[in-house]
């Protein structure tokens, strides 16, 4: 079952300018995200891009935005076939339990100087969201 879906996309020169100001993609990136896309020499800019719309995805995906989600919490990370994934920590992984979803999917896409990122949540049934339970325990469903 579908939990939610979003999409994000991020213009790589935010991200070129993101770079010059001292200590900032480390407030938003996991150190060893930062680290890998980085190590992509020329292609680090719309890597990081690609990165940050698939953090803005999975806000989107979740209903709720990233209020209350330390982005650092939300690491994309490249199987050995480049397959993307995402791997949550802390906030992230509380706002994902809280969603009922057990499986998070990623696409990321880029062409030019446009990075695209899309989340898809799942859920394996039964799935019962959490106000539906609270609503049946209070009226009798």
């Keep these: 079952m579908?939990?939610?879906?979003?999409?994000?996309v991020v213009h790589g020169y935010r991200l070129k300018r993101w770079q010059i100001i001292p200590g900032l993609l480390e407030r938003y990136f996991h150190p060893d995200e930062l680290r890998a896309a980085l190590s992509r020499g020329s292609g680090a800019t719309l890597s990081l891009a690609a990165r940050f719309a698939a953090k803005e995805a999975f806000g989107k995906a979740l209903g709720m935005g990233l209020a209350g989600i330390v982005l650092k919490d939300i690491m994309v990370v490249?199987?050995?076939?480049?397959?993307?994934?995402?791997?949550?920590?802390?906030?992230?992984?509380?706002?994902?339990?809280?969603?009922?979803?057990?499986?998070?999917h990623l696409s990321l896409t880029h062409e030019k100087d446009n990075a695209i990122a899309m989340v898809v949540l799942e859920a394996f049934p039964p799935y019962y969201p959490i106000d539906t339970l609270s609503a049946s325990k209070n009226h009798g469903f």
């Design 2 to 8: 579908i939990i939610g879906i979003g999409v994000d």
């Design 78 to 104: 490249n199987q050995h076939n480049g397959r993307p994934e995402i791997q949550v920590f802390g906030t992230a992984l509380r706002a994902l339990e809280q969603s009922g979803a057990h499986r998070v």
